[in-house]
């Protein structure tokens, strides 16, 4: 099994799909999701998250664990995101996916996710997603919410 990650220039000459492109297009497991995922996803990919989600980006940072600062240099430099907020974004958008499957509709999906949640501490599911724990929490109810059960 050969999961070396690919080399730089392949991943920072990928073009930056619009996010919710990204949500449908995106392995949810796999080899190549484990090299994207080591490689980094392009940094410019917060951004399209955050037009997507009508988010300022520095939210989108807390929630990658990102500095601002470091965004900014990485996404003028076209360079990638850590492995480690790589996998945050994956989180993101898979959970997008996950809410708009539930839903059926795009902006419901979004509101959802953007929405103060009580079952989740009166927290919005995106901003739990800088845990898997939280995600987890997160799918829970989207499976209640798609099945009818309880949560």
């Given amino acids: 099994m050969d999961l070396k990650p690919l080399p730089p220039q392949v991943a920072e000459s990928a073009p930056v799909l619009p996010f919710n492109r990204f949500i ?3 392995p949810s497991m796999g080899e190549a999701l484990i090299r994207r995922l ?3 996803y392009p940094a410019a990919l917060v951004k399209q998250a955050g037009e997507y989600f009508k988010v300022p980006e520095k939210r989108l940072c807390d ?3 990102v500095s601002a600062s470091t965004l900014h240099r990485r996404t003028t430099r076209v360079a990638s ?3 480690a907020a790589s996998e945050r974004m994956h989180r993101i958008a898979m959970l997008s996916r996950e809410a708009l499957e539930a839903f059926g509709d795009d902006a419901l999906a979004r509101e959802w996710l953007l929405r103060p949640n009580q079952a989740l501490g009166d927290s919005p ?3 739990l997603l800088d ?4 995600a987890t929490a997160a799918r829970r109810i989207l499976v209640a919410i798609s099945e ?3 949560v």
């Fill in 24 to 26: 449908q297009d995106e």
């Fill in 38 to 40: 080591r490689t980094g």
């Fill in 63 to 65: 929630i990658l664990g």
């Fill in 81 to 83: 995101l850590d492995p």
């Fill in 125 to 127: 599911p995106l901003d």
């Fill in 131 to 134: 845990t898997e724990v939280g």
């Fill in 148 to 150: 009818g059960g309880v």
